[in-house]
């Protein structure tokens, strides 16, 4: 199964540009809404430097010593970073989702702005439409609350950096069609990544996992057991993690892990109570890789 010839994605975030980035290598045209048309431009540019990174590490790939990677092909499908270009709009009206087979909320793990923007997306588009929430730790049935037709409602949880990821997890809400989770499965499947199918549940699978880890990690760091660096390559080197937990998380960013600790703690309890030092980094605004600091300095990287 390919994937749907038009797709809309909410939000042009970092999240958002790399959902984007997938469906266009894969032969989609993809809409793009952002909150105004200053945001619209720069989640445009975003979109567009995915390709070109794409395009370029494929020449590279082929041809290592090409200087031109223009019309170098970025897929096994053929789709190069013009064409895959050609296929994006990004803009602020909403109403250019309405003719979409698929549309992936996309904005910051938050419960009212979730939910508002998948009120805005059911309002629109066509009632035939499957409509995804990209949400890594929010109930699929609080959020579905927004869906006048709930059957055609479930998560899509893609992991950051999208591109490198190969992991989405679909999230099977308490309504969610039989129909539309396979639907769901095969396009994945055909954005060349591998899903797991887990039940509505606080956290899903990979975040109550990643996140348990993650401020574990945090709270050695604060009781001085090792470094950071040495926390990480603790999992890294005797654990085979590809990159360690504190390292993971200034990538994801701190504010998001923050976000999906205190939905978890809300669940389950002090187990998942977010440690000092992350409330403290998040206050002072350093939250990781995109701002320059959170446990790691990223400024030279």
């Known amino acids: 199964m390919t994937t749907p010839t038009r797709v809309g994605v909410i939000g042009g975030g970092r999240m958002g540009a790399g959902i984007a980035h997938a469906f266009l290598l894969a032969g989609s045209h993809v809409t793009v809404i952002e909150q105004n048309e200053a945001a619209a431009t720069v989640a445009h540019e975003r979109v567009e430097s995915l390709l070109a990174r794409s395009s370029q590490r494929a020449a590279h790939a082929s041809h290592p010593t090409h200087e031109s990677a223009a019309h170098v092909p970025v897929d096994g499908s053929g789709t190069t970073t013009a064409v895959a ?16 087979q698929l549309v992936i909320e996309a904005v910051p793990e938050s419960r009212a702005l979730k939910a508002v923007a998948l009120a805005r997306v059911n309002d629109v588009v066509d009632r035939a439409a499957v409509i995804a929430t990209n949400t890594s730790s929010i109930s699929i049935d609080d959020l579905a609350a927004a869906i006048d037709n709930p059957h055609r409602f479930l998560g899509l949880h893609f992991f950051n950096p999208v591109p490198s990821s190969a992991l989405v997890e679909v999230v099977r809400g308490a309504h969610t069609a039989p129909e539309v989770l396979e639907r769901a499965q095969a396009w994945v499947e055909a954005l060349g990544k591998t899903s797991i199918t887990v039940s509505n549940a606080p956290g899903f699978a990979s975040s109550r996992l990643g996140v348990a880890l993650a401020l574990e990690a945090m709270r050695m760091l604060e009781e001085g057991v090792a470094t950071a660096a040495d926390i990480d390559t603790a999992m890294e080197r005797g654990y085979r993690h590809p990159v360690g937990p504190l390292r993971t998380t200034d990538i994801v960013g701190l504010d998001v892990r923050l976000d999906i600790a205190v939905e978890l703690q809300r669940a389950f309890g002090d187990r998942f109570a977010p440690p000092e030092i992350l409330r403290r980094l998040v206050a002072e605004g350093n939250l990781g890789r995109k701002t320059g600091r ?5 400024s030279t990287e």
């Open 85 to 100: 270009t050609g296929g994006l709009v990004v803009g602020a009206d909403i109403h250019a989702l309405r003719d979409v």
């Open 294 to 298: 959170g446990f790691y300095e990223w």
